[in-house]
Each structure stands twice: as structure tokens, then as C-alpha cells.
């Protein structure tokens, strides 16, 4: 039973606090996971879940789950905070739960919130009594596990991925909040105008509780109209939520990036761009950004179309020189560039079987054509003997091998039939070299 002052408590928490859904018929959202005839929603509901990671962005759902877990299991539940928690306060809960295990046969779930903060001291400290049953692992983390903790955490647990909520979700919940007497705010007059919520789910991006946190602000801010009511317009909820951020991890990070970069191979500025836009919009240094786009002028572009290469540069040039805002113009030249640009990953083809075959090992020496002349003496070893000087000869060409004899007849560069390749294939026709 609550008294006065936890009811009082409980009244000055967040909206959001106050709305978290209390069982998994209240749970928005996450179906692929928790939806009927589920694996975890079985596990939960059976009380037998296992070890198991909760991964996703915030404000999805994944600490409310483990407090529904909480609230319906006959087990034992801990609640610990990465960030806040060591090797002490872990040994803690395994001697606890030890004791409840061999005295009254129950069971113990931990949470661990911002899991991936642990370090490797700290996880192996718990792996013993993960892998005795001593404990039921539940993280929380808004990070990739697989990037962002230890293997051997990982590999003892199943992984459950948490997607963005959809507008709709965050709708629902807006109106749970308006229409709920006990913890919502169904004891007031208040009109939300169907633009305004829509603005408040689309701009937070899949997290409810920025939602109800803009939901919240709106209503305590708003003077009642002469009936009593509090209107919520558009005007009213675009200053109570703030710009959807980017929370750019490591994990997101190198994904946004892999986007950009296979689109600029798949030749979509569209797509290029908008990828762009969001690495900028996330706080990524833009030269990070422009050393991708000089790569894939080389990678995906090359001799198809020098000129990207220049384009590239020049816009990484361009960002050195005047930096943000004004770079962001030749910085997405250049991306249109390379992704309008026909496509050729010989150099790249090339450059990969040099090196490796380089790596290979096997070395022979010069050829003595080849050889260093720029020493007094170089005749008595015989250095640069019969070697022709092309500019002698007709077209500034002769024939004459170069290549190291081990790796005679070789072909690393084999040219595209793409943009200007295509003259160079006809090029090295004439002068007899098979690119087939």
C-alpha cells in the first residue's frame, strides 16, 4: 500500500514515468518480439526467461519491459545502473540470489541499464553465475552489443533487437496520457489539435518519452482558454519539442556511414545526399566525411571519370579553407560527382592484386634494364643496359617489359568498357595488350 508521501512521489513524476505501460496487453509497440504466440512474450509470461540483451534506441520501450518482467514474474528483480555499479555491487546481488535460489528456490533477474558502459572486470565478474542460473541477465543498452561489449556477455545471452516506434505508436500513447484519470491527465479539459499531435510523433523520431515529456511541457505551460480549456495548437507544440536528435554511437555511426558510402557505389545522389545530410545533422566532422568521398573517386569512380577525383579534393580543399556552413555546398558537388559519375573499380581491382601477390612474397632481382643509373660506375655492373628510352621511339611507345620476371605476363589493371576506359581499352589495343 502506498502512503501519502510515495502518492505524493508518484504525482511529481515525469508523464512519461507515470504512463509506463504495467503489462504487456498496456506495451506499445515491438510486436516482432513480444507480439501473441512471440518467443519472449512467452518467456515472460511462462517466467522462464533467460539471459538476454535489450538493444534499441531510446525511449522504445526496453526498460518498461523489463519492469513489466518486474511486475509479472515470481522471481526475484535487481535493478542496477552501469554507470553507477562495480565488481562490489555485483557480488552483492549474486550472494543475494544465491541465498533466495538454496533457501526458497526462487529465482533472480538483474537489469543492468547502460550495460555496455561495463567493463571487463565488471562483466566477467557475473559470468559465473550467469552460466550457473544463479542469476537471469537482462541489459538494457542503446548501443550494438556485438560492437560495444565483451564477447563473453554476449555470447551467453540472447539478443533482442528494439526497433524505432512507429507514429502511430507514439500517437496511441499521447492518447493514453490525455484520456488516463489516475496517472495521465483525463482529469483535465484539454485539446489536442490533430496537427499538433502529429508534429509531436513525427519529430520525436520513435521515442515516447520525448513525446510525453513535449506532451507534458505543452499542457503545464498553457494558459486555459475562457471555457477551461487548455488548447494545445501547432504553434504550442512545435516550442515544446525540440529538434529531433541524432544519438550518434559508435554502432549508428559506422551504419549512416556504410549507407553513404554504398550509396555513392550505387550511384544515388538522392540517397547519397540524405545520408549526408543526417552524418552533418549527428555532429560527424565533415572531414571525415570528405576522405570517403576521395576514396570512392578512386574505389568506385577511377578512370571512368578523372575529373571526380579533382571534384573530391577539391571539395576537401574547399572544407579546409572555409569550413562550415559554405563547405557543405562543395562537399555535396562532389558527392553528385562521384555518383553521376560512370562507374569503374579497376583501380581498386588492381591495387588489391598487386598487393597481394606483393604480400605473396618470392622476390627476384632487377632486371637489368630497370636498374638505378644515376651513380658514377653504374657500367661495370651493367645497370640500365639495353634499355630503350621511350620518348626515342614513335608515339613516345615502345615495347619493352617492365614487369618483375617472376610476375611476367601479369595483368593487374584490366580497364572498363565505362566513360573514358573505354578509350583506354582502345588504347592499350593498339599496343597489343589483352584486356579480355
Not at 20 to 48: C, K, N, S, W, Y
Not at 227 to 255: F, M, W
Not at 314 to 342: D, K, N
Not at 376 to 383: A, I, M, T, V
Request: charged share 25%; with cysteine; hydrophobic share 40%.
Amino acid at each position: 500500500m502506498q502512503d501519502l508521501f510515495s502518492h505524493q512521489e508518484a504525482a511529481l513524476s515525469p508523464l512519461a514515468d507515470r504512463m509506463r505501460p504495467r503489462t504487456l496487453d498496456e506495451f506499445i509497440g515491438q510486436t516482432h518480439i513480444v507480439g501473441p504466440g512471440r518467443l519472449l512474450r512467452r518467456a515472460i509470461e511462462a517466467d522462464r526467461m533467460t539471459s538476454s540483451i535489450f538493444y534499441g534506441p531510446p525511449g522504445c520501450g526496453k526498460t518498461t519491459l523489463a519492469s513489466i518482467i518486474a511486475g509479472t514474474t515470481n522471481s526475484a528483480f535487481v535493478q542496477l545502473n552501469a554507470v553507477t555499479s562495480g565488481v562490489a555491487d555485483v557480488r552483492k546481488v549474486i550472494k543475494e540470489a544465491q541465498d533466495r535460489r538454496s533457501l526458497y528456490g526462487q529465482a533472480t533477474y538483474l537489469l543492468l541499464d547502460e550495460c555496455h558502459r561495463w567493463n571487463k572486470a565488471q562483466s566477467d565478474s557475473i559470468l559465473p553465475a550467469i552460466e550457473r542460473g544463479v542469476v537471469r541477465f537482462i541489459g538494457s543498452t542503446t548501443e550494438n552489443p556485438l560492437i560495444s561489449m565483451t564477447p563473453a556477455i554476449v555470447s551467453r545471452c540472447r539478443i533482442f533487437e528494439f526497433r524505432p516506434l512507429e507514429e502511430a505508436d507514439v500517437l496511441t500513447a499521447l492518447s493514453r496520457a490525455l484520456s488516463d484519470t489516475e496517472r495521465g491527465f483525463g482529469g483535465k479539459a484539454i485539446a489536442l489539435d490533430p496537427d499538433a499531435a502529429h508534429h509531436i510523433a513525427r519529430i520525436a523520431n520513435g521515442d515516447v518519452r520525448s513525446a510525453l515529456g513535449a506532451l507534458e511541457l505543452a499542457v503545464l505551460t498553457t494558459e486555459p482558454d475562457k471555457d477551461g480549456v487548455i488548447h494545445i495548437t501547432l504553434p504550442v507544440a512545435e516550442e515544446s519539442i525540440q529538434k529531433p536528435v541524432i544519438r550518434c554511437d559508435e554502432s549508428l555511426y559506422y551504419d549512416m556511414l556504410s549507407a553513404f558510402c554504398k550509396s555513392l557505389r550505387g550511384s544515388d545522389s538522392d540517397a547519397a545526399l540524405a545520408w549526408f545530410a543526417r552524418l552533418l545533422y549527428a555532429g560527424v566532422d565533415p572531414r571525415l566525411i570528405a576522405r570517403r568521398i576521395i576514396a570512392h573517386a578512386s574505389e568506385d569512380v577511377g578512370l571512368a571519370n578523372p575529373t571526380a577525383m579533382l571534384q573530391a579534393v577539391a571539395a576537401s580543399q574547399a572544407l579546409e579553407s572555409v569550413g562550415l556552413p559554405e563547405a557543405r555546398l562543395p562537399l555535396a558537388q562532389a558527392i553528385i560527382a562521384v555518383c553521376e559519375s560512370p562507374k569503374s573499380n579497376s583501380v581498386s581491382a588492381a591495387l588489391d592484386a598487386c598487393v597481394a601477390d606483393a604480400e605473396h612474397g618470392g622476390f627476384g632481382a632487377v632486371p637489368v634494364h630497370l636498374r638505378d643509373t644515376h651513380y658514377k660506375g653504374h657500367e661495370r655492373l651493367g645497370s640500365g643496359k639495353a634499355y630503350k628510352y621511350p620518348h626515342d621511339y614513335p608515339g613516345h611507345w615502345v615495347a619493352q617489359d617492365y614487369m618483375p620476371p617472376e610476375l611476367a605476363g601479369h595483368r593487374y589493371y584490366i580497364p572498363s568498357d565505362q566513360g573514358q576506359e573505354l578509350k583506354l581499352r582502345e588504347r592499350r589495343r593498339l599496343r597489343g595488350l589483352s584486356d579480355e
